[in-house]
C-alpha cells in the first residue's frame, strides 16, 4: 500500500516538475544575464595618488587642519603656492606597508577611484604613520588621532560604494 501511494504522488509531481524543467526564452535571457554579471569584474581599482606633506606647527594642527585635499581633489593640480602636485603612485600595491613618506607635524594625502559595477559595501584594510583621516566621496568615513608606526591593517571600516566612481581619500 505504501508503494501505491508512493507512486501516485510520483504522478502527481510529474506535470508540475516537467514545467519547472523546461526552458523558456525569458529564463534562459535572465540566465545569460546573470552569468554575464559574474563574470564582469565588479570593482576595478585605479592607481594611488599622493600630495605631501603639508606641514603644520604642531601634531594636532596636522590633524585638525582641512588642507586643500579636503575641500577638492585636483590631480591636474599644477604652479600651487605650495609646490606640491599630486604623483601618481602606479607601485603602491594594496597590502603593502608605504611608509616612504616624509614630514614631521604633516599631513600626506593618498586619493584613488574605485569603479564598482554596482552599489556594494567594502571592507578596506588600512594603516598609517600617526594619526588617519578617510573619505569615500567626501564623506568622513574615518578619523582616528593616534601616534603610532605605520603597519598593515591597523583599521578596518565597512563602507558602501556607489554604482560607478567612488572617490577615495
Do not use: C, M
Amino acid at each position: 500500500e505504501q508503494a501505491a501511494k508512493v507512486k501516485k504522488l510520483e504522478i502527481k509531481v510529474a506535470a508540475p516538475q516537467k514545467t519547472l524543467d523546461t526552458s523558456t526564452p525569458v529564463l534562459e535571457a535572465a540566465q545569460a544575464e546573470w552569468e554575464k554579471s559574474l563574470a564582469a569584474p565588479q570593482l576595478k581599482l585605479e592607481d594611488w595618488f599622493s600630495i605631501g606633506p603639508f606641514t603644520a606647527k604642531t601634531f594636532e594642527a596636522a590633524f585638525d587642519t582641512a588642507f586643500e585635499p579636503e575641500k577638492e581633489v585636483d590631480l591636474s593640480r599644477t604652479n600651487a603656492p605650495d609646490g606640491l602636485k599630486w604623483s601618481a603612485q602606479p607601485g603602491y600595491a594594496d597590502g603593502e606597508v608605504h611608509n616612504g613618506l616624509k614630514g614631521t607635524n604633516s599631513a600626506t594625502y593618498l586619493y584613488r577611484t574605485i569603479h564598482a559595477a554596482s552599489a556594494r559595501s567594502l571592507k578596506l584594510f588600512l594603516g598609517s604613520d600617526d594619526a588617519i583621516k578617510v573619505w569615500l566621496n567626501g564623506k568622513s568615513v574615518l578619523s582616528n588621532k593616534v601616534e603610532r608606526g605605520a603597519a598593515a591593517d591597523q583599521e578596518q571600516v565597512d563602507v558602501q560604494l556607489q554604482a560607478g566612481d567612488n572617490k577615495l581619500l
